[in-house]
């Protein structure tokens, strides 16, 4: 075990590849050179420090510094309306929301090309650029990533004296989105805010062709704010004269800074979407009962983009309300797909695990998390006191959020609903935590300390991550929480690939949930080490 923490810490310790490094000019570059660069571009945790000590004040260079690098690689700002955007942001569903509207898209118009540009990616950085559904190959990543690159190399030429040579890891991506979507004439893009929306790399498209805000919440307040209202504030910065302005109901707080913005920036029209009860009767792809109001909103997004763009489709679209819903909206609903969201994934290979992903990791994504584990048909099958079924919590939460409340989240929701449905031995279940064992580990890998170079994350604190500071802070706090817990089923490892050995160590006694929540990076860790990527990213 120690010579697996020295490893793990003389990793950590190495320094990353400078950009000239990284991308020596190569006579067949590769998808993997592609990546090993672009892992270059991401900032370093004192760097990310420093723009939270700032309290945001450096994001007034977001917009200037960006539109400098658009134009370093040949594009104009304008250039993006022809991408005829669906621009959408949130704290919480900003995700299952363009999900949503890409796959109503796609099946409303099956003739257009469709782009879809979300973030953090699970297993491959690849997905966060999709056409029609499916990533973009690794062929085409590598070529288009590197003609952005050697774009960025070649014209230095800098018009603000801050604006360092090249852009940091999202706003690359961002930039090769738009030159990807520009090059391939996609005829629609759903585009998801990455932080907040006033100051987002992905805000400097002029006109899209319609706007939307999911839920708000208390997230990222270093660089958004402490409050709803600075919160709302930033998220309806994505709001644009002359363009329809869309939202769900919100606390009071947070839907009055937004409707100001929506005034401020001359939106043409501003909606509050209800949730639809047609909906009721729906299937939707996606599980968790939050998810009806997403989808309500991603109905009212696209029946205003098709609204907006009258394509030439033989459905009927009701001209105001999109109702009743037409049969092409239904089936996009119903086939949505966006893995890591409440996802049941049965483990093809070792049979008696289930595995239950949600990269929850916020306060409100964990309560809907929270919501859907714990009903009778998923979390709670036969969970009562006598059963055999054993159930597994691996969690895992970013430095800077607070890890005892989150898990209390979970905890109260388990209490919450283990009660409602009556389970028999309820307050047994209750009193001993629910779990059979929990794990807190590092969003780290493998065992030797290395990661696959699509989850190479070097915005964490690499001190903090080799004393696992973060996974022990978890460990009290559940300890706290749950006082009688056994000491020897809490779990603090150093990997993603320990947590599985774990589980599959349990399949021998019987039947095993697992419940994978607190970061979509971990999720997507275990997806990689688990080998359950062909059933749980499958489109």
Known sequence: ?????????????????????????????TYEDAVTALNSLQSNAATLEAVRASGGRLSQFAHPEMIEYLERIGYRPEDLNKLNVVHITGTKG???????????????????????????????????????????????????????????????????????????????????AFHYFSSIKVDATILEVGVGGLYDSTNIVPKPVVTGITSLGIDHTAVLGNTLKEIGYQKGGIYKPGVPALTVEQPEEGMNAIQDQAKAQKASSFTVVQTMPELQNVKLGLSGVHQFQNASLAVHLVHQYLLARQPDIPEFLPSLYPTPLSPSYIKGLEATRFPGRCQEVADPDHTKITWFLDGAHTIESLTSCAEWFFQPTVGLKQSDASSKRQKVLIFNCTSGRNGEKFLNVVLDGMKKRVSQHQIDGSAELIERGFFDHVIFCTNITYVDGQSKADLMN????????????????????????????????????????????????????GEVDVLVAGSLHLVGGVIEVAGIGSLAMAT
């Open 458 to 509: 070097n915005t964490v604190d690499m001190d903090a991550l080799s004393k696992l500071k973060v996974q022990n802070e978890l460990s009290q706090a559940w300890t706290k929480l749950v006082p009688d817990y056994p000491k020897d089923r809490i779990h603090v490892l150093p990997s993603v690939q320990h947590a599985i050995e774990i589980v599959h160590g349990l399949e021998s006694a």
């Open 94 to 176: 900003k995700g299952s929301t363009s999900a949503f509207c890409d796959s109503m898209l796609r099946k409303t118009v099956p003739s257009w090309k469709v782009g879809l540009y979300t973030s953090p990616h699970l297993v491959a950085v690849r997905e966060r650029i999709r056409v029609n559904g499916e990533p973009i190959s690794e062929a085409d990543f590598t070529q288009y990533f590197f003609e952005v690159w050697d774009r960025l190399q070649e014209n230095t030429t800098r018009k603000l004296p801050q604006t360092s040579l090249m852009p940091a890891y999202f706003r690359f991506m961002t930039l090769l």
């Open 1 to 29: 075990m120690r010579r697996m923490f020295s490893t793990l810490s003389s990793f950590l310790r190495s320094p990353t590849s400078s950009p000239t490094t990284a991308t020596r000019k190569l006579s067949a570059r």
